[in-house]
Structures are given as structure tokens and as C-alpha cells.
């Protein structure tokens, strides 16, 4: 055989070659897709199933969602507290949220993040969708402090100060304004791409995967459900909602006797989109009771 058709054969074979190769390349691609967004809505659906029941949504309130990555249980929260709601996503992954829904990414478990969420849900409006008025002026700016005290005397400022500095030593009291706290922390989540970027953030690490030993998973999963009880005691209002996905084992009966002493039903749920086969469930809280010890509801088993 001649070198030229030597050389013809070799670049024929080349030509066959990787277009085989691009071939299951994409059709792999294309099969971890399709099931990357069944994952999504069958995270959705549980949500949906859950919220059926009990109904914890309405519109306008603020909910926390704790894990929030990929996001199919913040884009439900959000549907469903339209208009005027407000829904926070935090994940340690760089994840894009969906449309309205504000995140923070970092470790919830770090208490300067806790800080940075409690921050945010201060203020009110933080979050919410703003409706400009039709009788703003935004040429025209108006001291509103300088005209109350213009019309007011000094012992009636004296007394507005004081009722002032009680509001800011009861912070406490101002951190207690979410209404549903949502928290799937322990999920794994498969990425797609990025495993050849290296960043700051590792897109990788996660608070929790499944490891295929059912107890570990379990005593996992069940940290990180305290974590986030702790947080709904500081933050979650009376007659607030708790919902957390846990793995079943020993412990969660201990933990479900803590929610029972904080929340005035108690549910456990495995709504019918979950695999037979799986042992995650959920903890549905509903409508957290006025008095709470908190010595009692986390007191040691």
C-alpha cells in the first residue's frame, strides 16, 4: 500500500472515530439532562403534594429556603406567595436562582451567614417586588423626620426616643418574621459542568451526600434538621410553618418529639413522587405555638 493511501486511511478512520465519539458524548449529555430535570420536578411535585395537604403557602409571605439548589422548591415558594411574597434561597452552591427569588451563598451553618440572613429579613421590604407609586415625585425629596418634629413638642420626641431604643434592645423579637421555613440541606445535587473550573467556591462541596451507609445518612441529615430548627426558633413567627427532609432512622423520633413542643401538629410525610425504595421523608411543623422553652424543645434526648 502507497503512503498516500496509507495517509487516506488513517484520516478516514480519524473521521469515524470521533464522530462516534461526539455522538455518545452527546447522547450522554442529553441523558443527564433529562434526568437532571426530572430531579427538579419531582423536588417540585413533593412540595406541591405537601402544600396540598396542609396548605402553608399564601400570598405575601416570606419564606427561607435552607439548601435551596437547584431551586425547584423556591420557584413553587415563590409561585405561590405572589404578589407582594418574598423568598430567600441559601446553598453553598454558585447556583442561578429562579426569577424573584433572592439567595445568599455560603455555609448556613456558619453563624456569620445566619447573621448576614437575619439581616436581611429585617428589613420588610427587602426582597419584595416594589410597586412605584403613581404620586411619587422623585425630583422632590422631603425631610419627613424634620417636618415630626416640627409638629411635635419635646416631651412627645423624648417619649418617641424611648420607644425607640425598646425596639432596637428587642431584636430578638424583630428577627421572628419568616413565616414558612423550608430546609433540603442534605440533598445531593449532581452538577452537569464544572468539573474541570476551579474557583473560589467548590461547587462540590455540600453539607451533606448520601454516602450508601444508611446510618451515617441518617445522623446526618439529622444535624443538619436541628441546625435548621434553631434557626426557625429565632426567626420563625407564631403561627409560622417548618418543613424539613430528613432520612429515616433512630433519631428522628427524639427530634419529632422536639417539633411537637414547638409547632402545634407535627406531621411525617413521603409524598407519592418519592420512591417506594427511599427512605427520605419529612417533617411538616404547622403553625409554631406563642410559648416556647427553648431548653425543652432542644434538650438533649
Not at 115 to 126: G, M, N, S, T, V
Not at 205 to 230: E, I, K, P, Q, W
Not at 254 to 281: G, I, N, Y
Request: proline share 6%; aromatic share 10%; net charge negative.
Amino acid at each position: 500500500m502507497s503512503p498516500l493511501a496509507k495517509l487516506y486511511l488513517i484520516a478516514c478512520w480519524s473521521y469515524i472515530i470521533s464522530f462516534h465519539l461526539t455522538f455518545c458524548i452527546l447522547t450522554f449529555d442529553m441523558a443527564a439532562s433529562s434526568s437532571f430535570a426530572d430531579r427538579i420536578l419531582e423536588a417540585a411535585f413533593k412540595l406541591l403534594q405537601i402544600n396540598d395537604r396542609y396548605r402553608l403557602f399564601r400570598p405575601g409571605m416570606t419564606v427561607v429556603d435552607l439548601g435551596f439548589a437547584p431551586g425547584s422548591w423556591s420557584q413553587v415558594a415563590i409561585d405561590l406567595t405572589k404578589p407582594r411574597g418574598r423568598v430567600l434561597g441559601v446553598d453553598l452552591l454558585p447556583v442561578q436562582p429562579p426569577k424573584g427569588v433572592s439567595t445568599i451563598q455560603g455555609n448556613f451553618l456558619s453563624p456569620d451567614i445566619q447573621a448576614e440572613i437575619k439581616a436581611f429579613l429585617r428589613d420588610p421590604d427587602r426582597g419584595r417586588v416594589r410597586r412605584p407609586s403613581l404620586f411619587e415625585n422623585p425630583d422632590e425629596h422631603v425631610d419627613q423626620r424634620s417636618i415630626e418634629e416640627d409638629a411635635t413638642g419635646y416631651v412627645e420626641r423624648e417619649s418617641r426616643e424611648t420607644t425607640l431604643e425598646d425596639a432596637e434592645q428587642d431584636s430578638e423579637h424583630e428577627d421572628k418574621c419568616v413565616d414558612v421555613v423550608l430546609s433540603d440541606m442534605w440533598e445531593p445535587w449532581d452538577p452537569l459542568d464544572g468539573l474541570h473550573k476551579k474557583s473560589i467556591s467548590n461547587p462540590y462541596y455540600r453539607l451533606m451526600n448520601t454516602s450508601g451507609n444508611a446510618f451515617r445518612d441518617h445522623v446526618g441529615s439529622m444535624d443538619l434538621c436541628r441546625s435548621a430548627l434553631h434557626f426557625s426558633y429565632d426567626t420563625l413567627k407564631i403561627g409560622g410553618h417548618f418543613v424539613c427532609k430528613f432520612y429515616q432512622g433512630a433519631e428522628d423520633k427524639a427530634f419529632e418529639k422536639a417539633l411537637k413542643t414547638m409547632f402545634h401538629k407535627v406531621h411525617r410525610e413521603k409524598p407519592e413522587s418519592s420512591r417506594p425504595q427511599s427512605k427520605e421523608a419529612y417533617f411538616v411543623g404547622i403553625k409554631r405555638l406563642a410559648k416556647v422553652d427553648k431548653e425543652i424543645v432542644f434538650a438533649e434526648p
